[in-house]
């Protein structure tokens, strides 16, 4: 069952200390299912997204605070990806003995991230486990939600931040060292682009997607489901220092945004940057139909061909 | 991300194997969110609830086809306890290496299930993990969905179908032996009571939960969220062979309902068993208004004083 009813048992002592900590950032819970009104003349989106222990995160890289922003952070992410306004959001959680101490920690970190998009939490399950994992789902809003299939020839691509912060987090990590707190921020606290994404949406933009796998990996998904030829020119993209542009682009879990506008519609960049404190650069454009969906990427008036996507750390 | 978009990688074989096997159980996959309408009028109920194999299945004991049913139908039965009609459902899945081979077969599981409810797979997550697990989020509309928190007194209880086939099935289990068909197929295959919902809240039911805490401690959720005392007699409640009345009352993850009427209604049990092939008995009353939620229980004329809830078969 799915509810955060307060019976007695050790899962319900773990649900009660969750509440405590969100007070009202959570509402309605207590029954089977969460009730919510969708506001006519809108859509639902939903998404779910699972953070696991050793393959997402280490305990060592994050505190248990962290864990539970990131997690529902990069759940968000995808809501953005849509320009959809977040509405309400779903904690499974499995919980290891080890760390049942630190689970109200946890739940300050959800609390954090659904607070920030102003998402209520509705509900949840909480299980035991030999392995931390957290599974958020998010509900948002939308009038007309973006695809990543709406890219057409003449669209001009744009992407938001710095990218390469996560991986350069990483190789420290793996290298027995400690990142600097730039890049370690990169990892451990993403921000969902949400109202970059609603800003985006009004000027022009008709496809995106958020940058999990890596930026090139990320805009093959786009152009595969569009159908057409993207062009992009890694000599633009904003990157951390300590990376090259080949490695910021393949760098994953970054959740910036890559979008797509409506043919021959020009972004004000400095506008978005007055607005959010964030780059926007144009880094490409979409070039032709293609039924194969292509990326062509050049660096520094060459063209590479840089490697496959990114498969979380570990693999 | 939780998208099922179709890049190079060992996570998107898995997705790809799913996608093979579901058909037309799944659409619109392959975006950042899945898109969804919900009609006007309707209220969207939400639940999420997460099996994970050691704590809620043993490997030995299901088959890879019932682990995936099973989750989705214990998913489900919380939207047969609001009396709401499934919409749609997103499938996180954590994968083991071991477990790769049999993925599609845990596929057509999930598929099963939803085909059953009437329920478009949308959505999901696939993560590598070392213990499988699955986190199933539905959601379903409803006009007036149920609570718990809707019994006043006059209210009648009843219960759906005969209880104790997944304690005499894990029983059996722990003990080394196999248990009997009818008892594993009440573990393994639990039906949903969608339809009986519905049929239930035509009729009058205004309150209900889906018994996976055990029968009493399910009613003490539902005598603590409408404030009220309920009595029960164990005597009436069905129960299938091999256990006793009370060892009934306290088996979990049965997935049938238990549900309060409105004063004075008293349900045509034979129209339902006519309609469902299943019984529905009368097995209460709710007998006043109290604030501190109370369940008082009989067996055989006396008062007894049963155990507190079920807290999965391993604590």
New interface residues.
């Given amino acids: ?3 955060l ?7 319900f002592d773990a649900i009660r200390a969750m509440l405590a900590r969100w007070g009202s950032a959570a509402t309605g819970i ?9 506001p ?1 003349g809108q ?10 222990e ?3 995160f280490r305990r060592d890289w994050l505190s248990p605070s962290e864990i539970g922003y990131r997690a529902t952070a ?2 968000l ?3 953005a ?2 320009a ?1 306004t977040p509405l ?1 959001l ?1 904690l ?1 959680i ?1 919980v290891p003995e080890a760390w049942r101490p630190v689970i109200p920690d946890v739940a300050d970190g959800v609390a954090e991230a659904a607070r920030a998009a102003r998402a209520h939490i ?4 909480v ?5 931390l ?1 957290l ?1 958020v ?4 809003v939308a009038t007309h ?1 973006w ?2 299939g709406a890219a057409s020839p003449g669209g001009r691509v744009y992407v938001t931040g710095a990218l390469g912060g996560p991986s350069v987090a990483l190789r420290a990590w793996a290298e027995g060292g400690s990142p600097d707190a730039g890049a370690r921020a990169r990892f451990a606290h993403p921000e969902p682009r949400l109202l970059e994404s609603r800003w985006l949406a009004h000027h022009g933009v008709v496809a ?3 940058i ?2 890596g930026l090139i ?1 990320d805009a ?2 786009v152009a ?2 569009s159908r057409v030829r993207l062009t992009l020119d890694l000599s633009r993209v904003p990157h951390v220092d300590g990376i090259d542009p080949l490695a910021a682009a393949a760098s994953g879990e970054e959740y910036e945004l890559l979008v797509v506008t409506r043919p021959e519609v020009e972004l004000d960049t400095s506008a978005f940057t007055r607005a959010f404190g964030l780059p926007l650069t144009e880094i490409g454009i979409v070039t032709a139909d293609d039924a194969s969906g292509r990326v062509d990427v050049t660096l520094a008036g060459a063209r590479v061909d840089p490697p ?2 990114y ?2 750390f ?2």
Same sequence: chains 1, 2.
């Fill in positions: 069952v799915s509810d009813a307060l019976g007695p048992g050790r899962e207590g029954g089977d299912a969460a009730e919510l009104v969708v006519g859509r639902l989106l939903v998404s779910t997204d699972t953070s696991v050793g393959v997402h990069a759940a992410s995808d809501l990806a849509v959809a309400a779903l499974s499995t509705v509900g949840g399950d299980v035991r486990g030999d392995a994992s599974t789902t998010v509900l948002g939600p695809s990543r995106a997607i958020d999990s796998d990996a093959r998904h595969a489901a496959g996507g498969d979380h570990s693999s």
